[in-house]
């Protein structure tokens, strides 16, 4: 706020006085050598030192009234400034300010009340302010006795539009008192909430289609466990013994496993859609003290089927130390589609390490493989849902990696890659200590 703005509106009466009365001290030794000199020039010119020096009465009075109708002049110029400047600000108010007096009849309205209730501020002179109420009972009943109680009162309304309609404002209203304190009006300041209970409305909606979709989430995750995957199994169970017990051709027998592998990959798909369904609905997950050295060490049992389809060197941490985390045991599904993967896209026979590292408050673990790495522009792709690198004789959900970065999040970690100096990439995960 400016300096003039602020004499204007924030100044007290005090400071108002005080600079009147600078206004007098310099009109008044201003205008006692102006008079006598006016005086002298009329006279002649030869009295001006005696004029202004031994003054009649006459010319004493004269000079004293003068000065105090330029103060008068002064304070009448700066209360028309500041009505002024309140009235505009009334004027130009974003929200609806309405005066009344204390019966509640309206004799002041500005512009904006008629842009929220379309009625302009002359069809609202000398109405009750309960007229524009929804209820007209509300402000003798609830309104009034706070104002006569507290000297004010907010709260939430129900008006009536020109239109016919009702909608909602927030009003604040509070007493007005003279300079002795006794109360004379009250004044309203109205704020439509027409848009915001219009975005709560849309809020709630959104909310309730959000939960909808969690709840049909749900139950394509369940549909994909009970109702599918059951059959799949019993499928592959079913070629699994056929397989073992078929005396026919090689044909056959080549038929037959392709059969079984193309079950397998189909359990595996409903497994991994089933996991990351229940994963994106997630917010959040318990947590516990687990060890990741024990958890690394049982990779080899869990993943004995890939490995002896596609043998590799796994190297893990060396046992004995502790490595304890702040985790859920979900998190095995991390290290378990990492180490999965570097099976299915390294080289036969080729090494996967892993490794784990202290970060500070993070325990930092890395499953390096051998294979053909993955490009910059791929690096943060292929934790995308249905993205796979293109790799002849690679099958997959696509699902994998987009579970495990899911995971990782829910522990509030973080997964990425890196490139491996020896050839092929490094899948870093960094989990928080326990």
């Known amino acids: 706020m400016s300096d003039p703005i602020a004499a204007l509106v924030s100044e007290s009466r005090a400071a108002r006085m005080r ?3 600078r206004v ?7 205008y006692w ?7 002298a020039a009329l006279s002649g010119g030869y009295d001006f030192l005696d004029r202004l020096l031994h003054p009649t009465a006459l010319e004493i009075g004269v000079r004293l009234l003068v000065t105090a109708l330029v103060a008068l002049l002064y304070r009448v110029r700066q209360a028309t400034a500041r009505m002024r400047l309140l009235s505009s600000a009334l004027e130009a108010a974003p929200d609806g300010i309405q005066i009344a007096d204390l019966h509640g009849r309206i004799g002041y309205s500005n512009p904006a009340v008629q842009t929220i209730y379309g009625f302009s501020p002359a069809d609202l002179l000398g109405h009750n302010v309960g007229e524009m109420n929804a209820d007209p009972t509300i402000a003798g009943r609830l309104i009034l006795p706070a104002l006569q109680r507290t000297g004010s009162w907010a709260g939430e309304l129900e008006v009536k539009h020109k239109s ?3 909608f909602p404002i927030w009003l604040t209203t509070s007493i007005v008192r003279d300079r002795h304190g006794a109360p004379t009006a009250s004044v309203g300041v109205i704020r439509d909430l027409s848009e915001r209970r219009r975005a709560e409305q849309e809020l709630r909606r959104y909310a309730e289609q ?6 049909l989430k749900d139950l394509f995750a369940d549909i994909l466990r009970h109702d599918l995957l059951g059959p799949a199994s019993a499928v592959q169970l079913s070629l699994d013994t056929l397989q073992r017990h078929t005396a026919g051709t090689l044909p056959d027998a080549k038929l037959l496993a392709s059969a079984r592998r193309s079950c397998g990959r189909l359990t595996e798909m409903i497994e991994a859609a089933a996991t990351y369904a229940k994963l994106s609905a997630a917010t959040q997950i318990e947590f516990g003290r687990i060890d990741l050295g024990a958890l690394l060490a049982t990779l080899p049992t869990e993943l004995d089927v890939p490995l002896a389809e596609r043998p590799a060197h796994l190297v893990l941490p060396p046992g004995g130390a502790a490595y304890p985390a702040r985790a859920n045991p979900i998190v095995a599904l991390v290290f378990t589609n990492l180490v999965s993967n570097a099976i299915k896209y ?3 026979g080729g090494t996967i390490e892993v490794a784990i590292r202290d970060q500070g408050d993070r325990w930092q673990v890395s499953v390096a493989d051998s294979g053909e790495g993955i490009p910059d522009a791929d690096k943060e792709r292929v934790f995308t849902r249905f993205e796979r690198l293109a790799k002849e004789g690679v099958k997959g959900s696509g699902l994998g990696l987009a579970i495990a970065r899911r995971i990782v999040d829910l522990h509030g970690g973080r997964i990425w890659i890196e490139d491996n100096p020896g050839g092929g ?3 870093c995960v960094a989990l ?3």
């Open 33 to 39: 050598v102006l008079d006598a000199a006016i005086g």
């Open 164 to 166: 016919g309609g009702t």
């Open 19 to 21: 600079a009147v009365l």
């Open 432 to 434: 928080p200590k326990a």
């Open 425 to 427: 990439a490094v899948f």
């Open 346 to 348: 390294g080289p036969p």
């Open 210 to 215: 959000l939960e909808e979709a969690t709840r």
């Open 24 to 30: 007098a001290a310099i009109a008044f030794p201003l």
